[in-house]
């Protein structure tokens, strides 16, 4: 397989097992694959030995970095020992083995919107800004401001139908109840929406 890097584009010849991973506003090495969102990171390291289970593996994953140590008869090895490009949210971070694929690792970028152009600082493989797609998806809003967008959506869908808006509809149900309450002109008489004035 051929891997080609994000930032220059240059090829790596070799058969790794990386190349299918996905990597989306991410990069791809021969040890491991990351994407990242405006919030998240997702990576796969490459599997120490196809057999490994996760009773083998010891990973600490800190702030500032993260080391993947394997158990060797009595002793633990040393297989990956790296500072992340920025900090994460450790206390919100977690790994699990797929076994006989990949270590998948989930952090939590502490500074949400900002692009890392890389996994870990000074590796080499570096992308491109230029190359990230930063459009958001509307589950990846808090649930505040998804419901904001929502509504935008419904209230702009409503006009180019022709259709009231989520507030007019809203202060249609208002003046519904207000029409036959006590001491309404209009109590007992069916609704009518052309003897309202509202004034906008």
Known sequence: AVVSTQSTGE??????????WEHHN????????????AQDLDVKLVLPR?????????????????????????????????TFHDSIKAEESMWSLHKGECIQVSLEKVREGYWWTSLFKDDGHEISLASIDTTRQI??????????????MFDQRQKQ????????????EILKRAWNAEGSPF????????KVNINR
Not at 15 to 20: A, L, R
Not at 161 to 168: A, D, I, R
Request: charged residues 25%; contains cysteine.
């Open 187 to 194: 109590a007992g008489t069916d609704f009518d929406m052309s």
């Open 161 to 172: 139908l022709g259709l009231p808006t989520s507030e007019e509809m809203q202060q249609e």
């Open 11 to 20: 090829e790596i010849q070799g058969d790794f097992t990386t190349s299918n």
């Open 26 to 37: 991410g990069g791809v090495t021969e040890g491991y694959a990351w994407s990242q969102t």
């Open 139 to 152: 589950g990846e809003f808090p649930a505040e401001e998804q419901a904001c967008v929502q509504k935008l």
């Open 50 to 82: 196809p057999d490994i289970k996760a009773s083998d593996l010891k990973i600490d994953i800190k702030a500032h970095g993260m080391q993947v140590q394997m158990k060797q008869e009595s002793e633990l090895k040393m297989i990956l020992q790296r």
